[in-house]
């Protein structure tokens, strides 16, 4: 295709806990596990993401062909099943721009289906500060149905202070061919977390004093004066559960394509909101409440035929979803005992929906590929308030954009390609970027969609011997930009901000050497910063969030008959600025090295596993992930020093 992308396989000498320990080595991708399970990681594609404060946005997730991003593009990596991914694709660039709204990159996890004789799996691992996690599976396919049955349960401690998490999750999965030449696949799944503490951000200065304490409450009334985290006790409650199904059906080369889905996500969080700040009527309280029923649909049909000595391959479809929040909140206080749910001071409906028809084709004729496509989005908010003791804050936003999208590949050889593609799309406000005005009050109506325009060129070779280059240079311009205005105790508002560029380059390069060896480079630079200035903004100030450049390697060993392998693996990532004015300190640049072992075994039907990893060999001190726009400019998150983890499985096949 004209389009960057990469498939990963999710690393087995990993907890497969995040998809940052699978997506480490995919270029244009920053994925930082902020060490903060309240919060979920920072996943940003080519500069888009980057300002988020929580959760994913700008990047659209995808599991089984099921969305895992709301109508609004908010979504949660938390949700991915990593044990039980087969691969997970990522796809950067312009043809992004086809799956829509908030489309700065998309990531697919497509899990295994059940087959073979049935088998059950153990996995357990432990490591570095209280670090645990318990896995079972079970796989299979009797009677012309296939299954997937997946539990897990993950503990921390928490390298950060305050920050101990409990993560279980579920998964089902079946699949069966009720006809001929069809597939009807029905995946389940669910994630729950209770009281995930929240370790919150801090200041450069604490920051230095200790890496792993939190920011001190200098208003705090105790002796020794407790930190904001521990004194409000900041911490999040997650319950997600998610059922969807879908029927493929073909006809010759042809095919049918219907998707279903709905689920529910209740949350509860409690922020570090002082008793003075929540003083005014109009604030909505120190402690988030909401829960959201969510459900879509989607069909699409693909007609191939044959056209002027070429093949024609088109799809038509058309996709909606919708979520409905309940949403509340209260003060986190009740006399003065904090960190406890108070007096309601927000009560409303939330409601998204979204609405995008789409037309894509392809025609493929000998060393030429013409790639066209273009989809309409419709997205539609609505806020129903409750509670007028500080005024009516009722309304409504819609927002509609079509996003072209063509591309064209030339096959200099069967081991040479060369493509270029270029498209329009838009990101609209999610409901969280909504919520608040700059003052921190009310529904952010004023708010408006950003729209880029995205250019490409690559090459993608294979070159003999065993070596695969992909190459890509980029460019993206967008009017309107969403950018942080305050970010304050866990709440943050936003405002659109003129005109940015990104310019980059992107390179991954994979070789198989002699003696069992293997290599594999990613590299990333990426000019992205603002091309008017605003405010006290000037223009070439660089967004916040993104670094300048970052970089994988690794160098792999796998003993002929594939019982033992080792790697040395290298990160590096440049600094990244913390708010829009690049005035505050920024986060320094820092660079890893990380070591992994592993072993199998085989007797019989059992099959053996056990890994070693040792991370930051070199026991680096260095900030893993920044807020972004912090008021209190409280924008820093420490990432762990030298740790380890030890991992084993076990695996029957009757």
Do not use: C
């Amino acid at each position: 295709m004209p389009a960057s992308i990469d498939a990963v396989t999710p690393d087995d000498s990993q907890p497969r806990v995040n998809v940052s320990e699978a997506l480490a080595a995919v270029p244009g991708l920053v994925v930082q596990n902020r060490q903060n399970y309240a919060q979920d990681l920072q996943i940003s594609s080519r500069g888009f993401g980057a300002r988020s404060a929580f959760g994913v946005r700008g990047v659209h997730l995808i599991t089984d062909g099921i969305p895992a991003s709301m109508p609004d593009g908010q979504g949660q990596a938390a949700t991915f099943n990593l044990d039980m991914a087969e691969r997970i694709e990522v796809l950067r660039g312009p043809y992004s721009a086809i799956y829509g709204n908030h489309s700065g990159g998309v990531i697919q996890l497509f899990t295994r289906d059940g087959e073979g004789a049935p088998l059950v799996e153990l996995n357990v691992s432990a490591g570095s500060y209280g670090t645990r996690k318990t896995d079972l599976n079970a796989q299979g396919k009797q009677g012309g149905v296939g299954y997937v049955l997946d539990a897990s349960r993950f503990d921390t401690d928490g390298y950060r202070a305050h920050s101990a998490a409990t993560r279980d999750q579920a998964f089902a999965k079946l699949t069966l061919n009720p006809v001929d030449g069809a597939k009807l696949s029905i995946v389940a799944n669910a994630l729950r977390q209770d009281d995930t503490q929240d370790a919150l951000g801090v200041s450069w200065a604490s920051y230095q004093r200790d890496p792993r304490a939190g920011e001190i409450d200098t208003t705090d009334t105790q002796t020794p004066k407790r930190t904001l985290a521990d004194r409000y006790d900041t911490r999040k409650s997650i319950d997600h559960k998610q059922v969807g199904a879908t029927w493929e059906q073909r006809f010759g080369d042809d095919r049918l394509r219907v998707t279903a889905y709905g689920g529910n996500r209740e949350v509860i969080q409690y922020q570090s909101f002082s008793k003075a700040f929540q003083a005014p009527t109009t604030h909505s309280g120190g402690v988030v409440d909401f829960a959201r029923d969510f459900y879509g649909a989607e069909i699409n049909w693909t007609n191939v035929r044959q056209l002027a000595a070429g093949t024609l391959t088109t799809t038509a479809g058309v996709e909606y979803g919708r979520s409905k929040d309940a949403r509340q909140g209260f003060e986190n206080f009740i006399g003065n005992q904090f960190g406890v749910k108070g007096r309601l001071r927000r009560d409303e409906d939330d409601t998204v929906s979204n609405l995008d028809p789409y037309l894509q084709t392809e025609w493929d004729s000998g060393a030429w590929q013409l790639s066209a496509g273009v989809r309409h989005s419709r997205v539609k908010i609505s806020v129903d308030d409750h509670f007028l003791a500080n005024g009516n804050d009722s309304g409504s936003l819609s927002y509609s954009h079509t996003t072209p999208v063509a591309g064209v590949l030339y096959r200099v050889t069967p081991q040479l390609n060369l493509y270029a593609s270029a498209a329009r799309g838009f990101e609209t406000p999610t409901l969280n970027e909504l919520f608040y005005s700059g003052a921190g009050n009310g529904f952010n109506f004023r708010l408006r969609p950003a729209h880029s325009k995205h250019l490409e060129a690559g090459v993608k070779a294979r070159l003999d011997g065993g070596t695969r280059i992909n190459a890509a240079v980029f460019q993206v311009k967008t009017d309107d930009e969403l950018v942080v205005d305050v970010a304050s105790g866990g709440r943050t508002s936003y405002r659109n901000g003129g005109k940015t560029l990104r310019q980059g380059a992107e390179l991954s390069l994979e070789s198989t050497w002699r003696y069992g060896l293997s290599t594999r480079v990613a590299l990333t630079t990426l000019r992205a910063v603002y091309d008017e200035g605003f405010n006290n903004v000037l223009e070439g100030s660089r967004l916040p969030g993104v670094p300048k450049a970052n970089a994988y390697g690794e160098l792999a060993w796998q003993e002929n008959a594939g019982h033992f392998g080792a790697a040395l693996e290298a990160v590096a990532v440049g600094k990244i600025y913390v708010e829009d004015s690049n005035t505050d300190k920024a986060a320094p640049g820092y660079g890893l090295l990380n070591a992994r072992v592993t072993a199998r075994q085989q007797w019989g039907g059992w099959r053996f596993k056990q890994y070693a990893r040792l991370n930051n060999l070199l026991d680096k001190s260095y900030v893993g992930s920044v807020i972004v726009g912090d008021a209190n400019k409280r924008y820093y998150e420490a990432a762990p020093q030298r740790n380890w983890l030890l991992g084993a499985s076990a695996l029957y096949q009757f």
